[in-house]
């Protein structure tokens, strides 16, 4: 990381003062998908109006917020930026009650940013699902698979079975699908779909 300069904002800032919170996470969603789609990142900075060296300020803010000594955990981070989530709400996942806090996400109109949480407000999760009566893309062959256009759980659904995977980065997902082969005389193949903050970016041959 760099030093700080007089010009930085003080350590525990999250963002440039120039830019607005909802604005800086969105960068900082777009830092990590940039290591596997640097053409769609360019074209959604333009459609923002920052640089790259935008991106990556808010990005080492972020960081440098997260990883500070007595940094507060949780959702507060999340919070500072994001402000009061649209929509919060209990959900049961097996034996675990957690409580999901969806933010609207301006770059896709159609995805919400949801945080799940544990007990003592922990942070379980925290990634993009398709907003709630909007429609889901049409997942068929492999030729459905263009980046951007779905969430984990929407892959998961369509290309049963579906395994989790490790993936290569706490922001990133993997699953091993079974697709159909677009030739419907060929049997259904297995490949690897990788995904960062939810959304999906690539097929990994």
């Not at 109006?49 to 991106?55: E, F, M, Q, T």
């Amino acid at each position: 990381m760099n030093p700080a300069t007089d010009n930085d904002p003080p350590a525990g800032s999250a963002t440039p003062s120039d830019l607005h919170g909802p604005l800086a996470f969105q960068l900082v969603l777009l830092r990590r998908m940039a290591d596997h789609q640097p053409g769609l990142v360019e074209d959604a900075l333009r459609t923002l109006g920052v640089s790259r060296a935008d991106l990556r300020a808010a990005n080492r803010r972020w960081q440098a917020r997260m990883h500070a000594p007595r940094a507060p955990g949780g959702l507060q981070p999340y919070r500072a930026l994001l402000g009061a989530p649209e929509t919060v709400h209990a959900r049961r996942l097996g034996d675990l009650t957690c409580e999901a806090l969806t933010w609207p996400v301006p770059l896709w109109p159609d995805l919400r940013f949801e945080i799940l949480t544990a007990a003592r407000g922990v942070v379980w999760n925290a990634w993009l699902v398709r907003t709630p009566g909007a429609t889901a893309p049409t997942l068929r062959t492999t030729a459905d698979l263009t980046p951007w256009s779905c969430t984990v759980d929407e892959v998961a659904r369509a290309f049963p079975p579906a395994r989790p995977m490790e993936g290569s980065a706490p922001t990133r997902w993997a699953l091993a699908c079974t697709v159909p082969d677009p030739d419907v005389d060929a049997a259904p193949h297995t490949l690897v779909t990788e995904f960062t903050w939810g959304l999906f970016q690539r097929v990994v041959d």
